[in-house]
């Protein structure tokens, strides 16, 4: 019992890693299937030259990636359900949704 | 073109209300113009260097820069509005005494203008530089620029009307009550800063404490709407908070309370005046 609770922060920092492309202002994947419940970690990487903001007022995640380069979105823990995403700079192309199950 | 507008408006109107309410709240100081403009130039050479480096800031920190550096510039506009708070319940009743008298010599050099000209500077830095980058993303993209730009253009232009829907709305409020109403608002313009930097902190992975959400009022009041965003600034709504956002909120509130309770001279002594 003891070990466990002791055990518990380190294995909650040791966040769940996830990979997102955005190429031709379009997510890549466009559908994420997390782990509810727990801290996620998306390495998202811009393809694309110009810069775009990842946004999602459910995840609540606000965080611009700048052209050309990689930005590291920390969500969670997520209860179990459909989390809708989109690049607020292409809003009508760049659309994702994470799924936490 | 109205994609563009609609985003550009979106992203200024939280720096638009700030300085509609700091406007509002150095009505019939000499000069706050210059100070306030100041604020907003500043503000938009700081948005430039933020944008100019974006991916410098979003890699630093093992890519937590975005966050730790909007947290950190919220969170000095919170120590800065309330040193403002407490200077204005220091000096507020010889302030108000002076504005019945109108046109009384109310000398800027007084007041603690530059608290609020970091709060301006600080609210254009935030928002401007994700207004930089998407219209420099636009100018990058070719084709499609005019129209955009002009669209972005309008967006700022009608983030200016509404700064100014903002401070005449305010100016219609009785002299004599603005300087608590003003209080009021920046007390919980305050708060709603100290909600947005935790959540910040938690998004940098620094804070991992509390975050359960408490409810979720989106389906009624989305806080990404126009309604939901002025609400976002004004009063610090959230639709989705969480434990700590609310924690964070009220000892903001409580902290706001208690300094301008405490910043009043000698309490006591006004009695026998």
Redesign the interface.
Known sequence: MLVAALGMPSA?ALAQEFNLVIRNHKFEPQELRVPAGK?VSIYVSNED?????FES??L??E?????K??????IG?L?PGRYEFIG??N??TAKGVVIAE | MLGALIIVFREVIEAGLIIGIVLAATRGIPGRGHWVAAGVLLGTLGAGIVALFAEAIANAFEGSGQELLNASVLGAAVVMLMWHTAWMARHGREMAAEMVAVGAAVTAGKRPMTALVVVVGLAVLREGSEVVLFLYGILAGGASGPSLLLGGALGLAAGAAFTALTYYGLLSIPARHIFAVTTVLIALLAAGMAAQAVQYLDAAGVINVLGRQLWDSSPWLPQDGIVGRVLHTLIGYTDRPTELQLVAYLATLTAMAALAWLAVPTRARRAPA
């Open positions: 909650q801290r030259p110009t810069p775009e903001e007022a459910t609540k995640v965080k611009v990636i700048p052209g380069s990689k930005g590291l979105v920390r823990p209860a607020e700079f809003a009508d």
